[in-house]
């Protein structure tokens, strides 16, 4: 069972188009990230919510985490060929006087010009 | 932040051998983590590796394919024993610093399996 559900998994649109990711689950957590990875690279963060309701902006990108805190979103207005990439959200889970990141499935977004 | 280097970057190692990878961070973390993901995939926790002691594996993942090493704050390896094709993947890095929840990643070791 996956923990956090992403969707969609696949993307492909064209320059200029809108589009959004979202990332759902049944459990509540502190923190949601969303990262992007490009190529031949490892994932880099891009925004983590903290608080249920919060919108946190990065230039064309929107966040959302939701009020009950078990799910987000990510918007992307006039997607641009740059923004091709694979896009993960993950959320921390405290455990064994420890903890570790869980991430959802990722969604493969290809933005042609 | 931290800044993650990783050695080697890419490897083709033929089947039975073993590789060791290698993760140095600039600065002293408090957690170390090591992941495979498939290409255009997510990420799957291997295991947690432990300063001064045995790293925690995930379900699936089990010491004598995969041992750990974390001699110190800085620097962890993690070996691929006994290597088959299933085992082609990309291999990252990933520590957490300090208190928080926010993990910064390596660039990966790209591996293929003859």
């Known amino acids: 069972t996956q923990l956090l559900e992403q969707s969609p998994q696949f993307l492909s649109i064209q320059e200029g188009e809108n589009l959004t990711v979202y990332c759902n689950s049944s459990?509540?957590?502190?923190?949601l990230q969303w990262y992007r990875q490009e190529p031949g690279e490892g994932p880099v963060l891009l925004v983590t919510?903290?608080?249920?309701?919060e919108v946190k902006k990065l230039k064309r990108l929107t966040f959302q985490f939701g009020d009950a805190r078990k799910d987000s979103s990510l918007h992307i207005t006039a997607a641009q060929p740059g923004d091709t990439g694979l896009y993960l959200c993950?959320?921390?889970?405290?455990?064994?006087?420890?903890?570790?990141?869980?991430f959802g499935q990722g969604t493969e977004l290809s933005v042609k010009p | 932040s931290a800044v993650i280097s990783q050695k080697p970057s890419r490897d083709i190692c033929q089947r039975g051998t073993s590789l060791t990878i290698q993760c140095q961070v600039d600065?002293?973390?408090?957690?170390m983590f090591w992941y495979r993901q498939q290409p255009g995939q997510s990420l799957t926790l291997i295991a947690t590796?432990?300063?001064?002691?045995?790293?925690?594996?995930e379900s699936g993942f089990v010491i004598d394919k995969f041992p750990i090493s974390r001699p110190n704050l800085t620097f962890s390896t993690l070996t691929v024993s006994n290597m088959s094709p299933e085992d082609s993947s990309i291999y990252l890095c990933?520590?957490?610093?300090?208190?928080?929840?926010?993990?910064?990643f390596g660039p990966g070791t790209r591996l293929l399996v003859l």
């Open positions: 990933s520590v957490v610093t300090g208190a928080g929840e926010t993990q910064y």
């Open positions: 590796a432990n300063q001064g002691s045995e790293a925690t594996y």
């Open positions: 993950a959320a921390f889970m405290i455990y064994n006087q420890g903890g570790k990141l869980i």
């Open positions: 600065s002293q973390v408090t957690m």
């Open positions: 919510v903290v608080t249920g309701g």
């Open positions: 459990s509540v957590f502190s923190s």
